[in-house]
């Protein structure tokens, strides 16, 4: 029984007699991966904690004696954490 040895110039060979196949199956390859890609969904989550503290100053003490809304800051911080330009960056 003859041993017959491939050399390079046989494997060069056979990859150029079977050019379209390989470049079709590549392309089948990418587009299908794309489309499948493409299809799903991004998923992005995240969570954070926040505290905020008031700082008590002589001023802020004397205008909280004289008008006492205390949610004012509160929902103005949040609403400057959930705005577009804070979440965004």
Known sequence: MDQY???LTDYLRTI????GVI???FLAAV???F???SRIPPVYQSSATVKIEERKTMAG???EW?????ADVMASHTKLMVSYPT???
């Open 66 to 70: 004289i008008v006492y809304i205390p």
């Open 61 to 63: 003490l004397l205008a």
């Open 31 to 33: 587009v299908l991966s």
């Open 23 to 25: 470049i079709l199956v």
């Open 35 to 37: 489309i499948y890609v």
């Open 16 to 19: 150029r007699k079977r050019q």
């Open 87 to 89: 979440v965004r960056k």
């Open 5 to 7: 040895e491939l050399r």
